[in-house]
């Protein structure tokens, strides 16, 4: 069980929270596969997903996963709720609580939302995403990812790639992926790559190639338009020849290197499309594998409260 009551961030996690949590999801991926029979050990639980930011992913994989654990899966509906009425976080979670609230998972564009709105209500909270802070569920799907075709992460180089200074996905990635031994290398434009980031213990450079090179997991993030004020690169275009991931760059990886992405995707623009469709991708894998681990996390919060 997890000893805690929300899942707010790989920063807090140990090594050890974050093992329990992909062995946990090794178990729930054949009910995912439709291979063992959905599960009721949160029969008679409410999970409610709140998004104030859009989503198909994360938003679509927790009510799968709440609804192969049996639980009650409930939306808040964000755009047609009292948030637009000006209700605030902290007395929307009030609210839900009072109606006999398990889970609340929530994803804001503020940072700490997800920490503030756990303060504040009994629900267990779990972070679908702050703001440029921390994706914790991406990067947990991601570890499952890796640790499934790699077998392990002790000094695997994994070579994260674009629109870094915005990335939550970045963020957790690196908080989680040092602490299980991998080699974590952050490339991208200087606009774009944050120096400070070397603190964390991954390596920075604009140098892609030199990033690519010998890389057991190349990982492309999303160009984040909606979270730019602009004026970062010169265009979209310059941008995808540049920092672009074609099968040219791909081949300075290892020969058994697999392409990961969070998605959605900017076909063309981070990667090009005959790579994103080719056997060294493993994009579609990571969704389904999205859906076990948060079965996992909510089995193991359920049982940390139990
Ligand atoms: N990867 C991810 O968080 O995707 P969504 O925005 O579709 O949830």
Known sequence: MLNR??????????????????????????????????????NGETMITLFYENSTRTRMAFTAAGKYMGANVLDLGVATSSVKKGETLVDTGITLDRMGTEFMVLRHSMSGAPHLLAKNVKASVINAGDGA???????????????EKKGGFKNLKVTIIGDIAHSRVARSNVFGLTKLGAKVTLAGPGTLTAKSMEALGCTVTTDLKEAVKDADIVMALRIQLERQKGGLFPNLREYSQIYGIDEEIFKYAKEDAILMHPAPVNRGIELMPELIDSGVSVIDEQVTNGVAVRMAILELLREGRA
Not at 11 to 40: F, H, T, Y
Not at 137 to 147: G, K, S, V
């Open 133 to 147: 802070n921390e994706h914790p569920t991406q990067a947990l799907l991601d570890f499952y990812t890796i640790y």
């Open 5 to 42: 009551k929300d899942l707010l961030g790989i920063r807090d996690l140990s090594k050890e929270e974050i093992m329990m949590i992909l062995e946990r999801a090794e178990g729930m991926k054949s009910i995912v596969l439709g291979n063992a029979p959905k599960r009721n050990d949160l």
